[in-house]
């Protein structure tokens, strides 16, 4: 399993745009990038997932360098409502496997 | 509504007995996970079920049982074995094969007493 290295926390204010970078250093050639989005006292739900170079959505957009032994989540304009902590994942796709959640990286919006 | 359900929300034990977590999920979905969530923690994987009839044993395993008899039912029993019951208990589903993804229920706070 890729292991995945993301900072313990940041912080940022509303309405700007927010970049968290997961490091995957080992991760193999048919592995996916997940990220996940947890409030307190609930389950994480799916944010976006991507193979590499860019991928967008309705609520953020991953970027994913050529090597992929990393990759970003961007959160454009954020606001109170998207503190939370966020988890980067690593694994193959399209086979039922072992989901191994880090620590994930606390974002707290200030005013 | 598709989903997966977790009961019930809160529980407490006293020490030394044995407590089932129910998970039930209509979404048609062959994995399924139990995970344990400590304050200002991450999710650790406690059990793991590919398939009806079948688990693996995930990180934090010692303490804890599980079954897997029908594909929509995943149970988990937390056990008097496991010294340190008292936390957030959570359990998803997975596959889609449009997408992966991994649905969870709403979790179980466990309190020993």
């Known amino acids: 399993l890729a292991k995945t290295t993301q900072p313990i926390s940041m912080d940022s204010y509303e309405g700007q745009e927010v970049n968290i970078t997961c490091s995957h250093n080992?991760?193999?050639?048919?592995?996916?990038i997940t990220w996940y989005q947890q409030f307190p006292s609930q389950g994480p739900r799916f944010i976006i997932q991507?193979?590499?170079t860019k991928v967008t959505n309705e609520v953020a957009s991953l970027f994913i360098p050529a090597d992929r032994k990393s990759s970003t989540l961007s959160l454009p304009r954020v606001s109170l409502s998207d503190t939370a902590v966020y988890y980067c994942?690593?694994?193959?796709?399209?086979?039922?496997?072992?989901?191994?959640f880090g620590s994930g990286t606390q974002l707290t919006v200030l005013p | 509504d598709g989903g997966i359900t977790q009961s019930p929300k809160y529980l407490f034990r006293k020490e030394g007995q044995n407590v089932t977590l129910s998970c039930e999920q209509n979404?048609?979905?062959?994995?399924m996970y139990w995970y344990r969530q400590d304050p200002g923690q991450g999710l650790r994987l406690i059990y793991y079920?590919?398939?009806?009839?079948?688990?693996q044993k995930g990180d934090i395993a010692e303490g804890y049982s599980v079954s897997r008899e029908k594909k929509e039912s995943f149970p988990l029993t937390v056990t008097s074995a496991q010294k340190n019951p008292t936390a957030f208990y959570l359990c998803?589903?997975?596959?889609?094969?449009?997408?992966?993804?991994?649905?969870f229920g709403q979790g179980t706070r466990l309190t020993v007493v």
């Open positions: 994942l690593v694994g193959a796709r399209g086979s039922a496997r072992q989901l191994t």
């Open positions: 080992n991760i193999a050639t048919n592995d996916y």
């Open positions: 991507g193979y590499k």
């Open positions: 979404l048609n979905h062959d994995a």
């Open positions: 079920s590919q398939i009806v009839n079948d688990f």
């Open positions: 998803a589903s997975f596959r889609n094969p449009d997408r992966d993804e991994a649905f």
